[in-house]
């Protein structure tokens, strides 16, 4: 077959044809005296070479199947027709950049120096318009203390000064020596409750015995050397009507020794990102003390970070949601604390740490959500990587008529007017900050232990374009899971309606688990399958949904998410053929097959017919679904 002209020419000017590499890649090129552009077009695409690092000729096959029906010289279509079309390119891939990995951990901001103000205010505003219920409610108040005489009677005056006036104030002496007795019942206020220990049984017992002296629906904790703004309980329990939850936050004003501003402690909570390490601290934090809530107790045999391995005990069974409002006065100067003399040897505090992390995961793996009004809560996960993308999806989150929680997974910045143009619409949602690693799947599995406490999760991204197919795939993907309130409360309805429903999604991209996986993404489902012990689902009906938009019980992912926050991450390039994201977006269907009465709801013209898992889905190809829908 003659050599065209033409195509050589525009392979020569193109970047994407790399001369010297194919040169130096390809030794039979310069045996047979070939012309490297010549040597390609004719007889280097028949034995699967590429032109370049840059241009995977499989790849691109693979990705369009019209192209390879027509047997048409990738490269040579790409340039011609499929960058117009806005058509992926894929780079090459090494064995060793198959198998690299990389983590997507949260970027987290902890400590701010510079305190957005703003945000504060207008979470104050927020809060201040809103009609006070709570105030019948008693609440308790644990203040362990040992030898604070010199500042505990300003510890008190921040409790009685509260806006809320129905509490109790328990105030456990670890053994003082000095004279806090003395100060403490000078103060004549009968809501405070003076319990003393004879001997120094250590912080975690002294608020045990607040624990289990508590009366309060609610439970409270300040130390005896910090001190609560007059509005913290009210703004604390306003909050956790609003918000629906059994167990908050706010943040903490750091103080030195001169009173003065350190840094604000705050950041919207996430499971992992608080196990990676602690954000929240015990005076800024407030739980529901009623039903299972009052089996949980400090662990009397730590003597550090005690705050921390509560905090994750109580994360393991509730969703906890923190307010950006500052409603504690934290003293972070130099003076002798208690805590600080406990594991100073080196590697003492090292070891403490890392049991418990390794401790969480287990409260994590063994504990159920404990069910009460905060775990019937839905969340919407949308990842944000097409900034045009957004408005569209803006426009479908509008649709739902019932309170959630919106999780904004994103590379950008937040100083990126797409991200400011939900904040304008959802201004209570949280924006939670990823490397771009993983493409929308990791932001999701990294969220997983806190998702886990929710009821219901829709999970939406900002698909990009595909080829000459256009928006149709996500659009199509968008309209099956929220195109409308009356599909929206429809799908809802099912799931309360049949315990057994797992998932909801298109039934156009409800795609048979092997007839739409080429060998590669196989070997990957394979692998991640035999390491969680699910390789035995394998041998049965399964199937996936191809763009992973839909809503899910989020329980069914936890062992998968935990796998991977695990694990050594995900691919450095992410591409069509095989990567590790294909075998995860795959696993998402064959973990809901780990039950054999689980079903499945498949939306098709705004209604949702349930099916049994694995059956009702479609064996057509991808591209042959999006050449029929877009038709």
């Given at each position: 077959?003659p ?17 010297d ?11 047979l005296g ?6 390609y ?7 699967g070479?590429?032109?370049s690092l840059?241009?995977c000729s ?7 199947p ?5 047997g048409?010289?990738?490269?040579v ?12 390119v894929?780079p090459?891939l090494t064995?060793e950049?198959?198998?690299a990995?990389i983590t ?10 510079d ?12 809060l201040?318009?809103?009609e006070?219920?709570?105030d019948?409610?008693?609440v ?8 604070r005489?010199?500042c ?23 053994g ?5 007795e ?7 206020d009968?809501r405070?409750r ?10 975690s ?6 624990l ?6 609610w439970?409270?904790?300040?130390d005896?050397?910090?001190a609560w703004r ?8 306003k909050?956790?009507?609003?918000s629906?939850?059994s167990?908050?936050?706010c943040?903490?004003?750091l103080?030195d ?14 499971y ?6 602690n ?15 009052r089996?949980?107790f400090?662990d009397e045999n730590?003597?550090?970070l005690?705050?921390w391995d509560f905090?994750?005990r109580?994360g393991a069974?509730?969703?906890i ?8 006065d934290?003293?972070d100067g130099?003076?002798?604390?208690v805590s600080?003399?406990?594991?100073t ?6 070891d ?13 793996t063994?504990a159920a ?14 990842h944000?990587?097409h ?5 569209e999806?803006?426009?479908?989150l509008?649709?739902?008529d019932f309170?959630?929680d919106?999780?904004v ?16 619409v959802?201004?209570?949602?949280f924006?939670?900050r ?11 599995l990294?969220?997983m232990?806190?998702?886990?406490n ?5 999970k939406?991204h900002?698909?990009?374009d ?5 928006d ?6 968008l309209?099956s ?24 999604c ?13 060998p ?6 394979k ?6 012990g ?17 809503w ?18 995900y691919s450095?390039i992410?591409?069509?053929?095989g990567?590790l994201?294909?075998?995860l977006?795959r696993?998402?269907g ?5 039950q054999e009465?689980?079903r ?16 009702g889905?479609?064996n057509?190809?991808?591209s ?8």
């Amino acid at each position: 077959m003659p050599i065209s002209t033409s195509d050589a020419a525009l392979l020569r000017s193109s970047n994407l044809f790399d001369i010297d590499w194919y040169k130096k890649m390809y030794l039979d090129v310069d045996m047979l005296g070939m012309d490297p552009v010549e040597h390609y077009l004719w007889l280097g695409i028949r034995l699967g070479r590429n032109p370049s690092l840059k241009f995977c000729s499989r790849s691109y096959l693979e990705a369009n199947p019209d192209v390879k029906r027509m047997g048409i010289n990738p490269l040579v279509h790409y340039l011609r027709c499929g960058q117009k079309e806005n058509r992926p390119v894929y780079p090459v891939l090494t064995q060793e950049d198959k198998h690299a990995r990389i983590t997507a951990k949260r970027i987290v901001k902890r400590r701010h120096i510079d305190w957005n103000d703003k945000i504060e205010q207008r979470a104050i505003y927020d809060l201040s318009i809103l009609e006070y219920q709570e105030d019948s409610n008693l609440v308790s108040i644990i203040m362990p203390t040992r030898n604070r005489a010199y500042c505990i009677g300003h510890a008190i005056e921040s409790v009685i000064s509260q806006t809320h006036s129905n509490f109790e104030l328990i105030v456990v002496d670890d053994g003082s020596t000095d004279n806090t007795e003395k100060v403490i019942t000078s103060i004549n206020d009968p809501r405070i409750r003076y319990i003393k220990n004879t001997e120094s049984g250590g912080p975690s017992k002294a608020r045990n015995i607040g624990l289990r002296t508590a009366r309060g629906e609610w439970v409270f904790f300040l130390d005896s050397d910090n001190a609560w703004r007059c509005n913290m309980i009210e703004f604390m329990l306003k909050h956790a009507r609003r918000s629906q939850i059994s167990a908050g936050y706010c943040a903490a004003n750091l103080q030195d020794d001169r009173g003065q501003r350190k840094a604000v402690l705050y950041a919207d909570f996430d499971y992992e990102s608080c196990l990676k390490e602690n954000f929240i601290d015990l005076n800024c934090f407030f739980l529901r003390r009623e039903g299972r809530f009052r089996d949980i107790f400090f662990d009397e045999n730590l003597r550090r970070l005690v705050d921390w391995d509560f905090i994750l005990r109580i994360g393991a069974h509730t969703r906890i949601v923190g307010l950006p409002y500052i409603g504690v006065d934290y003293y972070d100067g130099a003076n002798d604390r208690v805590s600080n003399r406990e594991h100073t040897q080196a590697g003492e505090l090292g070891d403490l740490v890392t049991s418990i992390r390794a401790r969480a995961k287990s409260y994590l793996t063994e504990a159920a959500p404990i069910r009460d009004l905060a775990s019937y809560r839905v969340a919407v996960v949308l990842h944000v990587f097409h900034p045009e993308r957004v408005e569209e999806c803006i426009r479908y989150l509008k649709n739902i008529d019932f309170e959630f929680d919106l999780f904004v997974t994103t590379p950008l910045k937040e100083s990126e007017p797409c991200i400011a143009s939900i904040i304008d619409v959802f201004p209570r949602a949280f924006l939670f900050r990823y490397p771009n690693a993983g493409a929308d799947i990791a932001p999701f599995l990294e969220l997983m232990s806190t998702l886990k406490n929710y009821w219901l999760v829709c999970k939406i991204h900002t698909k990009r374009d595909v080829g000459r197919w256009g928006d149709t795939w996500r659009s199509v993907l968008l309209r099956s899971v929220l195109n409308s309130t009356d599909l929206i409360n429809e799908i809802v309805t099912s799931f309360k309606l049949n315990p057994q429903l797992k998932l909801v999604c298109s039934k156009d991209f409800y795609k048979h688990g092997v007839k739409n996986s080429i060998p590669e993404t196989l070997n990957q489902v394979k692998k991640l399958a035999a390491d969680m012990g699910m390789a035995d689902l394998l041998s049965r009906e399964w199937a996936f949904v191809a763009g992973t938009m839909f809503w899910v019980r989020p329980q069914e992912y936890f062992r998968l998410g935990r796998y991977m926050c695990d694990s050594q991450g995900y691919s450095t390039i992410f591409r069509q053929d095989g990567a590790l994201e294909h075998g995860l977006e795959r696993m998402f269907g064959l973990c809901i097959s780990a039950q054999e009465r689980s079903r499945v709801g498949l939306v098709t013209d705004g209604t949702v017919e349930e099916f049994p898992v694995g059956v009702g889905h479609t064996n057509e190809g991808v591209s042959v679904t999006l050449t029929r829908l877009a038709a």
